[in-house]
């Protein structure tokens, strides 16, 4: 027979929800720290990038393939979001600027300037120390 049972199964339930509630938190932080990255990466773009062309009167230089694509009208920046909740939180941009994934991985005709993935990479390592941090605090609550 196992001592306080009951006890224990509670403990266990409980530390069940504030696992997902650490978790959670964590998660929806690096989510938008990826987002963050993501903007500050394309606000950065070098300014004498790759092929300068017009559209109307405006002129813009494209970024050079393999760096993150150069901020022109602002839509894409302003497309990205974050959304989700719980222990599922996607990083993505809006449709209204669907071209975002094919800078993102590039098409037949143009080489890719990815914007998402290296705004993931660079925040990867913190995510994972943040996640597991949030599992020793959580465990830490419980049990106490």
């Known amino acids: 027979m196992i001592k ?4 224990t199964q ?3 339930s409980a530390l069940d929800d504030e696992l997902k509630k650490e978790l959670s938190k964590q998660l929806a932080v690096g989510a938008n720290k990826i987002r963050n990255t993501a903007i500050d990466n394309m606000k950065s773009s070098p300014p004498d990038a790759g092929r300068t062309y017009k559209r109307r009167s405006v002129s813009h230089s494209a970024s050079f393939p393999s760096n993150p694509p150069r ?5 894409l920046v302003n497309s990205i979001t974050v959304k989700g909740s719980g ?15 094919w800078l993102e991985f590039g098409t037949s005709t143009m080489a890719a300037r990815p914007w998402l ?26 049990v106490r």
């Not at 306080?4 to 006890?7: A, D, I, S, Y």
């Not at 222990?87 to 994934?101: D, E, L, M, T, W």
């Not at 290296?118 to 943040?130: K, S, T, Y």
């Open 4 to 7: 306080n049972l009951k006890r």
């Open 87 to 101: 222990i599922k939180y996607n990083v993505g941009s809006r449709s209204q600027a669907p071209y975002g994934k």
């Open 71 to 75: 901020v022109d009208t602002g839509n």
């Open 117 to 142: 993935r290296p705004a993931l990479e660079a925040n990867q390592d913190d995510i994972n120390r943040a996640i597991k941090k949030a599992l020793k605090e959580g465990i830490k609550k419980v």
């Open 10 to 12: 509670k403990k266990l």
